[in-house]
């Protein structure tokens, strides 16, 4: 058989997109049925359905994190760029998308203490700015969705039909189809549930494919040989712009170039997709820094791991009689990894990979269709057609919408295949079109002197600016000729990027500073607001600390009158995890953890942006045996200590609430019924 013929049948794609699909839901389900019968939670009630209550633990919610995170791009995009650059495109892709995360811990903070009932962030915007602003970055919200679901269904589809020959149309469809049924039954803790099993499978795998390519393969075994194969291929075909053409150095100009679009494409992706904040709402207040930081830099050794081993692979196998002959548009839609998988390990390789690739793209999926279900049902039912929707419209609508999206989805995918679109080009082109997006957002959030009109003008003449610097240098680089092919240029995607964030950044800082805004969040604070919060709220008002409950006299500080602050809630969470989750919004101490925040997730950007890979690029170094070696046992060492992190660390920290359920289980099957959970009534206070 050749290799460049699928490895495994088709019967076998088929059977893992819709056999392990369908098993992960049935197990979802099973999970979401214990839950509501052991536990206080309910996927009936729609804020346990769009938010888990908002009490999540933070070792979860960096599994979250991590799964959620982990796309198709993660796995393929990564080894493809480790394919063409070397060990720096490893390197690169994964601090370049860590810091975001990482970063993205002081929204998490000041969502908290700004706006800490709000279910999605369009929501703040709606509340701050009024009704243009929400429409004008509602179009950047649906257009990042939209974007990584096509990157995630092109990914996929791509691989299953490289590794098993499963046409690609069926893949796009029948790929969403298993994962819309969980999220429909169980909502977001399912999600999260689902996130975490994921992710324990995903981190085994790749140890097997570590251990496989570093000790125990006969085609490569060792570090010594991964170095020699790396040199013979180096010679063979020099990498332009690397320091002597190595693969083994970090000195690599395409490298670094794609480490800028990695930067500003994944800010623009996790800001702006619901996906990151609805982690963020889930979460306790007390923890949710804590979740975020853990969870990128754990996230951080998936990309970095997997690359270094099945990217650098598929490079030092070139030639191999089982290695599949890979054109420059396998590398685009990211097949370096599935080639090395099939050569390295045959038809287990090619399983294991389908199986890992399946439950990223799976994973990613859910995330994707409860935040689209959410700002479809918060930011478009409930405000432009019905916004005194009831608990059970409310809860209709989200799961019409998980059905609706996940249909969407996969049409996505056939249009960008059809028009010849790869997964590779729509990752670096996402900064270009979502990047102007990204600093009004972030100051929306955190800054009470934004600008409203500089914000919004920002992020318009910033996308207007990164799309036409994209094609004049596009225009100009390629004679005129405009193409799938030309467009996707490092050079051409590299200044649509830095034209789209950087002239929107520098209109709404500076119209910010000219025309400060003076708002308090209060505006923001109130959305959603329980009963009780409005009442304690209303009675401690005073004429030095204003509330929205008085009169307005500061129209710039009250929410614009087409807001509903009314909690779209009626049945409230369980009164214990009610009343801890008010003891934890205590301002002093989530300004607190913003602080921590900020100090924490700047210092680590620096060391993963700057003071790292910097001083290695400007050495011009090529590594020799040890050099290579260290590098790769350091990835082992951290993506051993991410896998406790995000795989052992949840189970800990949730001993007692599992230790409730499996009592309740024993008790219900010596006492019929005796196991439910019943919540105890509220001790009546002295």
Request: charged letters at 10%; hydrophobic letters at 50%.
């Amino acid at each position: 058989m050749s290799a460049n013929e699928p490895v495994l049948p088709q019967g076998a794609g088929y059977g893992v997109v819709i056999g392990i699909g369908l098993f992960f839901s049935a197990f979802m389900v099973c999970l979401t049925a214990i839950q509501s019968r052991y536990t206080g939670f309910s996927p009936k009630n729609s804020e346990e359905f769009n938010s888990a209550s908002r009490s999540v633990k933070p070792g979860l919610i960096a599994s979250g994190i991590v799964s959620a995170w982990t796309w198709a791009a993660t796995l393929l995009q990564s080894s493809a760029v480790a394919y063409k650059d070397g060990i720096s495109g490893p390197w690169w892709y994964g601090s370049g998308a860590t810091v975001q995360v990482l970063l993205f811990a002081q929204l998490a903070a000041k969502l908290k203490l700004n706006a800490p009932h709000a279910h999605t962030w369009l929501e703040i915007v709606g509340a701050r700015w009024g009704t243009v602003a929400h429409l004008v970055f509602m179009f950047f919200g649906f257009a990042t969705n939209i974007i990584v679901s096509s990157m995630l269904i092109l990914g996929g589809s791509a691989t299953v039909n490289s590794l098993t020959g499963m046409n690609t149309i069926a893949a796009c469809f029948l790929i969403p189809l298993g994962v819309a049924i969980y999220v429909v039954v169980g909502g977001m803790r399912a999600t999260l549930l689902c996130d975490y099993t994921h992710t324990a499978v995903l981190f085994a795998i790749i140890f097997v494919f570590v251990y496989t390519v570093y000790a125990t393969s006969d085609k490569i075994g060792s570090f010594e040989a991964m170095h020699t194969l790396l040199t013979k291929a180096s010679e063979a075909a020099p990498v332009a712009g690397n320091a002597q053409g190595s693969y083994l150095t970090m000195r690599s100009k395409n490298g670094l170039i794609f480490g800028v679009i990695n930067v500003i494409g994944n800010f623009a992706t996790v800001f702006q997709d619901q996906a990151y904040w609805q982690r963020a709402i889930a979460s306790r207040p007390a923890t949710c820094v804590k979740a975020y930081l853990l969870g990128g830099i754990a996230w951080f050794a998936i990309p970095f791991m997997f690359s270094t081993t099945l990217g650098l692979s598929a490079v030092a196998l070139r030639g191999d009689p089982a290695m599949r002959t890979l054109s420059p548009a396998d590398v685009s839609a990211g097949l370096p990894a599935s080639a090395a998988a099939a050569a390295l390990l045959g038809k287990s390789g090619a399983a294991a990979l389908l199986i890992l690739l399946f439950l990223a793209v799976t994973s990613a999926t859910s995330a994707e269709l409860i935040a689209v279900s959410s700002l479809l049902t918060y930011d478009v039912y409930k405000r432009y057609f019905n916004p005194k929707a009831t608990e059970a419209q409310i809860l209709k609508i989200s799961h019409a919408m998980v059905a609706l999206f996940a249909i969407a989805m996969g049409l996505l995918g056939l249009i960008f295949f059809y028009i010849g679109i790869s997964m590779g080009w729509l990752y670096e082109f996402m900064g270009v079109v979502l990047g102007s997006g990204v600093v009004p957002i972030a100051m929306c959030i955190t800054w009470s002197k934004a600008n409203k009109w500089g914000s919004i003008c920002g992020a318009v003449v910033g996308f207007c600016a990164g799309v036409i610097a994209w094609l004049v240098t596009t225009s100009s680089l390629n004679n005129g000729e405009l193409t799938v092919t030309t467009t996707g240029g490092d050079l051409e995607m590299l200044a649509g990027n830095l034209a789209s964030i950087g002239v929107s950044g520098i209109i709404t800082v500076v119209t910010s500073l000219i025309w400060p805004d003076d708002f308090d969040f209060e505006a923001t604070r109130a959305i959603n607001r329980p009963a009780a919060h409005y009442d304690h709220a209303k009675d401690n008002a005073t004429p030095q600390s204003p509330s929205l409950y008085d009169s307005p006299r500061d129209e710039k500080k009250q929410p614009p009158t087409d807001i509903s602050l009314e909690p779209v809630s009626s049945i409230p969470p369980p009164t214990a995890f009610a009343e801890e989750e008010e003891r934890e919004l205590d301002p002093a101490a989530l300004k607190k953890s913003f602080n921590l925040a900020a100090w924490s997730s700047i210092l680590l950007t620096l060391v993963m942006l700057i003071l790292i890979p910097l001083p290695l690029f400007f050495a011009q170094t090529v590594y020799g045996v040890s050099g290579l070696t260290a590098w790769v046992v350091v990835g082992m060492i951290w993506a051993c200590c991410s896998a406790i992190a995000v795989v052992l660390y949840p189970l800990w920290e949730s001993r007692e609430a599992l230790g409730t359920i499996c009592a309740g289980m024993v008790k219900d099957v010596f006492t019929r019924g005796g196991g439910k959970f019943v919540e105890k009534p509220a001790q009546p206070s002295a």
